[in-house]
Nanobody, 126 residues
Framework: QVQLVESGGGLVQAGGSLRLSCAAS????????MGWFRQAPGKEREFVAA?????????DYADSVKGRFTISRDNAKDTVYLQMNSLKPEDTAVYYC??????????????????WGQGTQVTVSS
């Protein structure tokens, strides 16, 4: 089992920045590809960003956040981050981090992830 706890959400004005953190525990963190997803009210959960296991040298982003968001990981701290810059009102959602089964490549599909955090609210005001 892997436990995930997100933090760093909040209220920010459009154009501002936030950094989300997701702390993992329970298993060897570096063996898990990690993803960030978000869900706005009345909408399905959608892919935001993902990073491969171990080195984190490979990443992927949704088109809507490319150039504004950056995913990274610190295996020494068992933590994955999502740096969000130039935030827009449409980025408002609950953000979730997720871990995929050990040694699997990351995916942009929520169904491919096995462990989820409780989510953190991000609200961007116009």
């Amino acid at each position: 089992q892997v436990q995930l706890v997100e933090s760093g959400g909040g209220l920010v004005q459009a154009g501002g920045s936030l950094r989300l953190s997701c702390a993992a525990s329970g298993r060897t963190f570096s063996n898990y590809a990690m993803g960030w997803f978000r869900q706005a009210p009345g909408k399905e959960r959608e892919f935001v960003a993902a990073i491969n296991w171990w080195s984190g040298s490979s990443t992927d982003y949704a088109d809507s956040v490319k150039g504004r968001f950056t995913i990274s990981r610190d295996n020494a701290k068992d933590t994955v981050y999502l740096q969000m810059n130039s935030l827009k009102p449409e980025d408002t959602a609950v953000y979730y981090c997720a871990a995929r089964t050990a040694y699997y490549r990351y995916s942009d599909m929520p169904r491919d992830y096995d462990y989820w955090g409780q989510g953190t609210q991000v609200t961007v005001s116009s």
